[in-house]
């Protein structure tokens, strides 16, 4: 059985039937090509496939899609904003992108925890990333990135 669906991803509006048994992960990768998104444990415990769902992480492997009709879907392909660039140019110094498998997951957790609180405390940050694995760097290297983030948003803008 097929249901439409029509949701706002990255900033573009997308239509068409889903299955009522897709997830978002594989709407996203299978039907829209985004494939920044990983499937990983297609179970909801490895993070991989976060993407903000009307602002707020999620894993997208265990969203329905045709629960979603009308919201709002950014992948890590659609995060070409200047916090964004940050973010990502801070995982890149601090070393925390390693293999990279999942470092779209972690990096749009931190996209989601900066929208909420732009100044997160260790423990905040660590919270964020409860439900990401990364076997690559551990996760000193993943707070450190989102404190050198933290620290470049919040300095005075230069002319």
Not at 27 to 56: F, W, Y
Not at 115 to 136: D, K
Request: proline content about 3%.
């Amino acid at each position: 059985m097929k249901k439409q669906v029509r949701l706002v991803v990255n900033g573009h509006l997308w239509e068409g039937e889903v299955d009522v048994g897709t997830t978002l992960l594989d709407l996203l990768r299978d039907d829209m090509g985004l494939t920044g998104a990983k499937k990983g444990c297609d179970g909801g415990e490895c993070g991989a496939c976060t993407v903000l769902l009307n602002g707020q992480p999620v894993n997208s492997c265990l969203v329905l899609a045709v629960s979603l009709d009308g919201d709002i879907v950014e992948t890590i392909e659609g995060l070409d904003d200047e916090e964004s660039r940050i973010i990502k140019e801070s995982y890149v110094a601090t070393g925390a992108v390693q293999c990279g498998f999942c470092s779209p997951g972690m990096i749009i957790a931190t996209k989601g925890l900066l929208n909420q609180n732009p100044n997160p405390t260790v423990e905040e940050i660590e919270t964020a990333f409860v439900g990401h694995l990364c076997r690559c760097t551990g996760y000193a290297r993943t707070v450190e990135a989102v404190q050198r983030a933290v620290r470049l948003l919040n300095e005075p803008k230069q002319n």
